[in-house]
């Protein structure tokens, strides 16, 4: 509705649609008297995050990502105003707008390009501009699991990112970030990520992780393990991708065991003395120090460099042993193994089915 008398236009719509599942209302509202300026207010109720219930299954092959499960909804208000840019020169008019706008998704479950899978995110998040000023988002990240290949549990992380008015820069710290992996758990304390800058970095604190599981990643290796890891790994955030230049894991005291048996540790006996020599000492190794030194590429190089201190009862007699072995995957390619032969994606989407 437009009334001339007082320069004002009132606006309301409701829109549905996909299949019944969208509902949005929107209230606007603007006064051209005077400095022109208005507002608006945004309702969305509930939409279900589920290609094939919205009928939007070509999505999945634009976004390369499978929606199977969650809800999203939103609600909040804007406003903008007209202004002067230059205070010297009374044409120099400009828009400017503030918003205040609140973005909520509960149990959100899909899968990216197969080659990760996600359950049970909840995401909050405020969007604001104090002052018309820079933009400000406070969100929180919670997630029951995260799959790329190995599972990622218990996920929590809340951040605030801050935006330049002209959207040339963006600040995003990210206060805290935890999680539970391979029978330890991971912490980040602090994360500042500057849009601006070609290099970032952060260090990334390991607590109790199983050396038992992490020597079950390699299915039918022969390689048992026990013991627990702590330790540290600086990440530097290169334009071409992430970087671990050094990081350091240890054994917690007392230590643990690494039995390496089976067809491959015959086979590498067999292949140079020198190595059939340690396959003998791991084949029941008890170690009280243990060291893993760890680099990773950009490209999915990593390299493990494993310092062991201890012995093999059976071999000379007990007698104290050091062992350096260096150990190198292609991380991208270890993890698509993982990802083949527990069939994470298969599934993620029977289970809802």
């Known amino acids: 509705s437009l009334d001339f008398n007082?320069?004002?236009?009132?606006?309301?719509?409701?829109?549905?649609?996909?299949?019944?599942?969208?509902?949005?209302?929107?209230?606007?509202?603007?006064?051209f008297s005077g400095t022109p300026h208005g507002s608006a207010q945004l309702y969305l109720n509930n939409l279900k995050l589920d290609w094939k219930e919205l009928g939007l299954m070509d999505m999945e092959q634009l976004t390369q990502?499978?929606?199977?499960?969650?809800?999203?909804s939103a609600q909040g208000w804007f406003k903008w105003e007209q202004y002067q840019t230059d205070i010297f020169d009374d044409a120099s008019l400009g828009w400017r707008w503030q918003p205040d706008v609140m973005l909520r998704i509960d149990d959100m479950a899909g899968i990216y390009q197969e080659i990760t899978t996600w359950e049970d995110i909840d995401?909050?998040?405020?969007?604001?501009?104090?002052?018309?000023?820079?933009?400000?988002?406070?969100?929180?990240?919670?997630?029951?699991?995260?799959?790329?290949?190995?599972?990622?549990?218990?996920?929590?992380?809340?951040s605030t990112t801050t935006i330049k008015e002209d959207f040339s820069q963006a600040l995003i710290v990210i206060e805290e970030v935890h999680s539970d992996v391979l029978g330890g758990r991971i912490n980040v304390p602090l994360i500042r990520f500057d849009t601006s800058q070609d290099v970032n970095s952060f260090g990334i604190e390991v607590e109790g992780l199983e050396l038992e599981q992490l020597a079950a990643l390699e299915s039918g290796s022969g390689i048992e393990a026990s013991g627990r890891l702590d330790g540290l790994l600086p990440i530097i955030l290169l334009p071409e991708g992430p970087q671990v230049p050094a990081g350091s894991l240890f054994a917690r005291s007392p230590g643990g065991t690494v039995k390496y048996r089976g067809a491959s540790a015959e086979s590498l006996k067999q292949?140079?003395?020198?190595?059939?020599?340690?396959?003998?000492?791991?084949?029941?190794?008890?170690?009280?120090?243990?060291?893993?030194?760890?680099?990773?590429?950009?490209?999915?190089?990593?390299?493990?460099?494993?310092?062991?201190?201890?012995?093999?009862?059976?071999?000379?007699d007990g007698q104290a042993t050091h062992l350096n072995l260096n150990l190198e995957y292609n991380l991208h390619d270890l993890l698509e193994s993982l990802r083949i032969s527990n069939d994470i994606v298969q599934k993620l989407e029977n289970k809802y089915q």
Do not use: C, W
């Open 6 to 31: 007082s320069a004002k236009l009132d606006t309301q719509m409701k829109l549905t649609g996909l299949a019944n599942k969208l509902d949005l209302t929107l209230l606007a509202q603007h006064d």
């Open 65 to 72: 990502v499978q929606l199977l499960a969650g809800s999203i």
């Open 123 to 158: 995401i909050q998040l405020a969007l604001r501009r104090p002052f018309y000023q820079d933009f400000r988002i406070d969100s929180q990240v919670s997630a029951l699991s995260i799959h790329p290949g190995i599972e990622i549990n218990n996920i929590l992380a809340r």
């Open 271 to 316: 292949s140079d003395p020198s190595v059939g020599l340690a396959m003998q000492v791991l084949n029941d190794f008890r170690y009280d120090r243990l060291q893993t030194d760890v680099t990773y590429q950009p490209n999915g190089e990593l390299i493990l460099g494993l310092q062991f201190q201890g012995h093999n009862p059976t071999f000379f």
